[in-house]
Structures are given as C-alpha cells and as structure tokens.
C-alpha cells in the first residue's frame, strides 16, 4: 500500500529566528510522503521563501495579513494530502511523529471528511 500524502502547513509572520528549525524537524520525519507549505501573513521582510527554498518538498505562498486563522486556511487550499497537519513557526516535530500518527489512522480507518471549493 503506498504512503498517503501528508500536507504539513507552517505559518509564520515576522518571526525568522526559528523557522528553519522548524522545517528541519519536518524534512527529518521517518515518513517521508510530505509536502511543506509555508504560508508567509504578510510579513514586512522576505526571510521565508529563501529558507524554504532550501527544501525540495517545500512551498512557500505569501498572503496579505489576515491572522493566524485565515494563513491555516489559506495552507489548506494549497495543500495537496490527505491528511494535514499543523505546526507553528517556533515548534519542532520529533523525528518518528507523521510516522506514527498516519500508522494510526490507516490501522483503525479514521477517515475526515472536508468539503472544498474547486479552485
């Protein structure tokens, strides 16, 4: 059975101390069928796009300031997987955490059901 796509969105605005970090601890996960997508809220200086281009499975998409609300649904739009998580700019996953959280959705068969725009 092949690994379903697991869409992670990072949003950030104005706070370039960690977010390399942060998409360190993604690109390292033993699951690897992840896309990145940084979603930039309209930060005053450009620092994300140069640190997610460092990445090959990473989109980075900027966005008119709209709070932290509307940058996860703006993450969501773009994302392409089945299964979406969330991480802040300042946080890090542990290496095994993707890995382990799709294990157990396909093992007891939980399925979530969005209803999206065509775009």
């Known amino acids: ?7 992670v969105i990072v949003t950030t605005y104005n706070r ?3 977010i390399e970090r942060t998409l ?5 996960q033993t699951y690897k069928n ?10 005053k200086i450009n ?3 140069k640190i ?3 990445f090959n499975n990473c989109k980075y998409y900027f966005k ?5 609300a509307s940058a996860r649904n703006y ?7 089945i299964y979406i998580a969330f991480l802040d700019d300042d946080d890090l996953f542990l290496p095994h955490k993707i890995e382990v959280q799709v294990a157990i959705l396909l093992q007891k068969k939980i399925y979530i059901v969005s209803i999206r725009q065509p775009q």
């Open 1 to 7: 059975m092949s690994q379903p796509l697991v869409s």
């Open 16 to 18: 370039d101390e960690f």
């Open 24 to 28: 360190i601890s993604i690109d390292n």
């Open 34 to 43: 992840i896309e990145i997508i940084v979603v930039d809220d309209g930060s």
């Open 47 to 49: 620092y994300a796009e």
């Open 52 to 54: 997610c281009n460092k």
């Open 64 to 68: 008119n300031n709209g709070g932290l």
């Open 75 to 81: 993450g969501i739009k773009k994302a392409k997987g």
